[in-house]
């Protein structure tokens, strides 16, 4: 079935690094995409999307391209912020669908 | 804040008890879903209904119903509780269907404990 797959944290940086957190999917069609961001004691906050292939979703610095040929949606940040810890999830919708499909989350940490 | 809201924030309950989760979605949106977010299974889509009526199901047991009023809040009942449903339940509402990249926005969570 469809399916995504993030990278295992928790995923430790200084703040003003570089981030970068892995997604990948398996969908029988097109899917959109979509980040989600938890932080401690609240919901899932969208952070970005895209619906189609090459599209760049972008948001709060934050940007993630869909790429059909890698079946990928990485999100990448250049230079994060404390304020910027918390849990991310990669998730999916089919275009015929109406439940998102989410991965597992990945707990991101950022120190001063 | 989303502008959907939810209760109780916490609930603590026994075996075997029943209890009801509530949901009020944003102002406009016709679409609820439920989502039960748990340690070992994730993040995982329960059920939606649009506009009153049952338009998705997930991996939703027996033992749990759903359903959306008139006014289109919703009410998750989980009865004959078991350790195993002690998660974190999400509602979450979007405008229309859902399909695509409508997109869905979600309440705070009620986090149940089950003893």
């Known amino acids: 079935g469809d399916s995504v797959t993030q990278m295992e944290g928790p995923v430790t940086l200084s703040e003003e690094a570089f981030l970068t957190i892995n997604c990948t999917y398996t969908?029988?069609?097109?899917?959109?995409l979509f980040w989600y961001v938890q932080y401690p004691g609240e919901g899932l906050q969208l952070l970005l999307k895209?619906?189609?292939?090459?599209d760049k979703g972008s948001n709060k610095g934050f940007e993630a391209t869909y790429r059909k040929e890698t079946t990928s949606f990485h999100l990448e940040k250049g230079s994060v912020q404390v304020s910027d810890s918390a849990v991310y999830f990669c998730?999916?919708?089919?275009?015929?669908?109406?439940?998102?499909?989410f991965g597992k989350g990945t707990t991101l940490s950022v120190s001063s | 804040d989303s502008g959907v809201t939810q209760t109780p924030k916490h609930l603590i309950t026994a075996t075997g008890q029943r209890v009801t989760l509530r949901c009020s979605p944003r102002s406009g949106d016709l679409s609820v879903y439920w989502y039960q977010q748990s340690l070992d299974q994730g993040l995982q889509f329960l059920i939606q209904y649009y506009n009153g009526e049952e338009r998705a199901k997930g991996n939703i047991l027996e033992r749990f119903s759903a359903q959306q009023f008139p006014d289109l809040h919703s009410e998750l009942n989980l009865s004959s509780l078991e350790l195993g449903d002690s998660a974190l339940y999400f509602c979450?509402?979007?405008?229309?269907?859902?399909?695509?990249?409508?997109?869905?926005?979600f309440g705070p969570g009620t986090r149940l404990t089950v003893t």
């Open positions: 895209a619906t189609k292939a090459d």
């Open positions: 998730a999916l919708i089919m275009q015929a669908g109406t439940a998102l499909i």
């Open positions: 979450a509402s979007s405008v229309a269907l859902g399909t695509g990249a409508d997109e869905q926005y």
């Open positions: 969908a029988t069609g097109y899917p959109s």
